[in-house]
């Protein structure tokens, strides 16, 4: 008989196994066979990947070497190896078997066939051994990994079940039974033991116990198995044919493969191509998928995976169909920090089933890493990617983390040939110098630099015209080759008198401000000296210089130079060619005269435009700079053959402008913010910031970390404020003090009863001013020893003047929105507090004096006031503080007027004439008015006249005479 090794290669359908009759496992304390139903072990399966069956006979090897042709003789103990049948924790593994004596191998109906003779005899103390083992021949031996042989029998086949069947080195045993197909594949259900199983030897079982076509399965826990004796055929499946009946009894979610990372090769400099495949496994219920699969990958330390987003990310199936729903995150907390998430819900596994999804991506490299030179390898920059999924666990609950490669070809270095190089006719490419032939060398790699190490070729420049040669650069760090070719123009020699023209851009140039962006390149001309003027063969010599168009043409200024002094204006022609190119002309008799043997310099300035915004073109982010092209060359005409040599040779160079612009800003200093309440935009907590340089930039605005105010305390935070064209940043310090809510306080001194102020000053006459009486306080503070504060302190708060009534600082109403509210506490609204004053009617009036006056010799003489005291006949004050602008002023003169060494009566008295009248008013003992209503325009302090004359009648004695007069204000009615 024969033994056929099947590898399940092609799709198979299980026939239908009823829930309760599915399977038979033999029970040893019983001596018979019992149904049963138990859970799957909590472990990780191997896989067999699919594969066509053609694979079988170029993947079939014997001791490593390949078999020609079949059948085949296998010695004893001679490994046959089949490769290419899957992998496990991301690796692939080979099956491997052998047996004690030789064997033949063949195939038979699409399997493997074994037997001990080419005439498919079986010796029964023969026996098998089968393993699975990895890329280095080391044999699988973990605990948490099961892989499945199973044995069944050809139809129709008159098997034995009586002999023993055993497997060794294994610590739990797993009993496999099923019904055969027609085609010979499995539908293999596996069940565990509730303890070890030893079956006894020569058991023996009749028809009625076993069914017909049955077979036995054998599994070990990542232990080598053994047959031996007399077997039926064997089969290697994949353990998800084993669960792929639509009507699986099982019940339990299948085990997920880890899954496979792609090593992938990128061209692109700068960016790795990273692939993952996942495998989705058919579990046969619907209700068996997992509620989401969750495929991470974790780049390598050196990839930026900051810089990709999920658009960034390509999620689609193996074979074609489209998938719609699923979920791409970059976790930036927890354990997938810093990793890529794909996201598979259990609609989408029961659509993808059978299938594999397929993960790209693309994650540029970090190169300022410092580390980034030390992942390279011969030309290439080597990454790990990691990748494993939230189902395939080893038996600790660990992910089973698959390992791959995204590396990443470093580019050749580069160079600029320099231009404009010229050799004369018969001369040797070994004898020109690589070093002067190459400029602008450059590597991608960081920190790296390139040198130039030889010209290629030994060739005679035979043919005078164009001719180039190659020049072999390389990288310093990398190793990496590459060839630049240098054109050059050959000519005869002693005919032409002009070297090369040649280009100096002003070197590390840096613009910190608008008024440092200015292009300034400076273009040097030689021309050789001859024995004879006609040698020149020149009638005249145009030199020519094609700027950058992104400059301020207005302000463009040129100036010339032979030998470093300034040349005439009336030696050369300059002209703008248009299409910002400039020349500078020679006649022949100048080139002759003034030119031979110097060397003619143009310096060109020009300040750099700041409103286009095409100007970007040639800024260079990763360095700062702006790379502006300049091209210069000469042409002339020949005096003999009038032959225009134009534009060649040109040489090339870039003015390079490191822009670091000054961007000056200041925050706000302890702005009061209420706890609790939300961030504003960032710029809001910018006091001030400077213009920036170009018309055609603005300002992005972003928090360094955003804050937070949800606690009482001065905060202190940054704002970075970014040019969005060109990147520059700064940060902006910002101190705020969060605080309790607070309102705010005004002070109003107002007229009792009314909303007018009250006067501060009455001369002249200023409205108290209350505009800096303010503050904020916290809502509910007692308000009394806030005000008490305030009054103590009259540079804050003068509460009382002279001219009106007295008040305290406990006298006042609050007022919220025009309404009075009865409160001593700050309210939760804006208020103010009101101080109603009542005002004053005063009067101020001094002594009256006469001096001395004669006797008179006739009656109602009169006498003018005079005096030698400053204080005495002043002028009458009347201050009206209060709202009623009439009042009048009474006069009396109660006891008359005596002499006080006699008390005599003085014979006379005092007058005086109202404003407006012509009759004199005498001034009695009951008081008469002396003015009335004279502030008819409001004024607060009124001046009046003394205007008060003495009259004397006959009679009087010498003497000094005293009198007193009594002033009186009151309000007119």
């Known amino acids: 008989m024969c033994i056929i090794f099947f590898l399940s290669f092609e799709n198979s359908h299980a026939s239908p196994i009823l829930q309760d009759n599915w399977a038979t496992i033999f029970d040893y304390k019983t001596g018979k066979y019992i149904q049963g139903h138990r859970k799957l072990p909590d472990t990780n399966i191997v896989r067999l990947a699919y594969q066509g069956g053609s694979h079988l006979k170029k993947d079939l090897k014997i001791g490593g070497q390949p078999i020609k042709r079949f059948p085949v003789k296998v010695g004893p103990h001679q490994k046959v190896t089949i490769e290419n049948v899957g992998s496990l924790y991301g690796e692939e593994v080979v099956f491997a078997m052998e047996a004690k004596t030789g064997f033949y191998l063949d195939f038979d109906e699409g399997g493997l066939a074994v037997s001990s003779n080419e005439e498919n005899s079986y010796q029964i103390t023969d026996y098998f051994k089968f393993w699975i083992e990895d890329k280095n021949k080391n044999i699988i031996n973990d605990d948490s990994t099961l892989f499945l042989l199973s044995t069944t029998s050809k139809r129709n086949a008159n098997i034995q079940f009586y ?32 303890s070890n199983v030893e079956v006894e030897s020569n058991a023996n079982y009749s028809e009625e116990d076993i069914p017909n076509n049955y077979s036995y399965g054998f599994q070990s826990l990542g232990k080598p198995i053994e047959v031996q004796r007399n077997m039926a055929s064997i089969a290697l499946t994949r353990i998800t044919d084993i669960f792929l009946s639509p009507n699986n009894p099982v019940g339990v979610e299948l085990p997920y493969q880890a899954p496979r990372v792609i090593n992938t090769l990128s061209q692109n400099w700068g960016v790795a191509e990273v692939e993952v495949i996942q495998e989705v496994i058919n579990q046969g219920f619907d209700n068996h998928y997992p509620q989401s699969l969750d495929i991470i990958i974790e780049p390598d330390s050196i990839l930026d995976i900051e810089k990709i987003g999920a658009k960034d990310v390509s999620v689609s199936s193996s074979n074609g169909m489209e998938i719609e729903n699923y979920k791409v995150s970059f976790p930036v907390t927890g354990i997938n920090k810093n990793k890529l998430v794909v996201s598979l819900p259990s609609s989408t596994l029961k659509k993808l089933k059978d299938t594999n999804v397929v993960i790209k991506t693309k994650i540029p490299l970090k190169l300022e890493e410092p580390t980034l030179k030390d992942h390279l390898d011969n030309g290439v920059i080597k990454t790990v990617i990691k990748a494993n999924n939230n189902k395939a666990l080893t038996s600790s609950k660990l992910p089973i983390v698959a390992t791959g490669n995204a590396n990443v070809v470093v580019p050749k270095p580069t160079g600029e040939p320099r231009l404009g190089k010229i050799v004369y006719q018969n001369s040797f490419a070994t004898e020109l110098v690589a070093t002067e032939l190459v400029k602008n060398l450059k590597s991608e790699f960081p920190n790296d630099s390139v040198k130039i190490n030889k010209v290629l070729d030994t060739k005679e420049f035979e043919v005078i015209g164009e001719d180039s040669v190659k020049v072999e650069i390389q990288s310093v760090l990398t190793g990496v080759k590459n060839e630049i070719e240098v054109p050059m123009m050959v000519i005869s020699r002693g005919l032409n008198i002009l070297e090369p023209i040649e280009i100096i851009p002003v070197k590390d140039q840096i613009a910190k401000q608008k008024e440092d962006l200015i292009y300034y390149p400076t273009i040097k001309q030689k021309i ?42 009336d030696k050369y022609v300059s002209k703008d060619e248009g299409d910002n190119t400039f020349s500078i002309s020679f006649n022949n008799s100048t080139i002759n005269e003034e030119l031979l043997g ?12 700041v409103n286009d915004g095409s100007i970007m073109n040639i800024y260079q982010e990763s360095s700062k700079e702006f790379a502006f092209p300049i091209m210069a060359y000469h042409t002339y005409k020949e005096k003999k053959e009038t032959f225009i040599y134009t534009q060649k040779p040109k040489t090339e160079e870039t ?36 213009e920036l340089d170009f018309t055609f930039d603005s300002y992005n605005f972003f928090f360094k970390e955003k804050p937070d105010f949800s606690t009482v305390g001065e905060k202190e935070f940054i704002v970075i404020a970014e040019s969005i064209s060109f990147k520059h940043q700064i940060e902006i310090p910002v101190v705020v003090n969060v605080g309790v809510p607070k309102s705010e306080l005004s002070i109003k001194q107002v007229y009792k009863g009314t909303n007018q102020s009250i006067y501060s000053e009455i001369s002249p006459e200023i409205i108290v001013d209350n505009s800096n009486n303010k503050g904020r306080y916290p809502i509910g503070d007692p308000l009394e020893p806030i005000l008490k504060s305030m009054t103590e302190d009259e540079s804050q708060l003068q509460l009382n003047f002279n001219w009106y009534k007295q008040l305290t600082y406990k006298e006042y109403s609050v007022r919220v929105d025009d309404k009075v509210i009865e409160t001593d506490r700050v309210p939760a609204e804006d208020f103010e507090v009101i101080y109603e004053y009542s ?46 602008p009439h009042w009048k002023i009474k006069v009396a003169l109660p006891s008359g007027i005596t002499n006080l060494n006699n008390d005599e009566t003085y014979l006379g008295g005092l007058e005086f004439t109202r404003t407006n009248e012509t009759t004199p008013v005498e001034i009695g003992n009951s008081g008469v008015v002396f003015a009335e209503r004279w502030a008819t325009n409001n004024d607060i302090k009124t001046i009046i006249p003394l205007s008060i004359n003495l009259y004397q009648d006959i009679g009087n004695m010498v003497g000094e005479y005293h009198g007193e007069v009594v002033w009186s204000v009151e309000d007119a009615p």
Request: cysteine-free; aromatic content about 6%; hydrophobic content about 35%.
């Open 598 to 609: 110097k060397e003619v310099t143009i310096e060109h300035k020009a300040p750099i435009g």
């Open 655 to 690: 003015q390079k402008i490191n822009y670091q612009p000054k961007i000056e800003a200041e925050g706000i200093d302890k702005e009061e913010v209420i706890v609790g309440s939300e961030v504003k935009n960032p710029e809001e907590y910018i006091k001030t910031i400077s």
């Open 528 to 569: 050789s000296n001859v024995s004879n003027a006609s040698e020149t063969l020149m009638d005249d010599l145009k030199l020519v210089m094609v700027y950058s168009p992104y400059l301020n043409k207005e302000e463009m200024t040129f100036e010339i130079f032979v030998d470093g002094e300034p040349m005439a204006s």
């Open 163 to 194: 002999e023993t069947i055993y497997m060794s080195n294994s610590s739990e045993v797993y009993i496999v039974a099923s019904n055969q197909r027609e085609d010979l594949s499995l539908s293999t259900l596996i069940y565990p033991n509730s």
């Open 839 to 884: 005002g004053l009617l005063s009067l101020s009036v001094s002594d009256i004096d006469f001096d001395e006056v004669a006797v008179t010799s006739s009656n109602h003489f009169l006498h003018p006031l005079k005096t030698t005291d400053d204080n005495k006949n002043k002028d009458i004050e009347v201050v009206n503080t209060t709202l009623n």
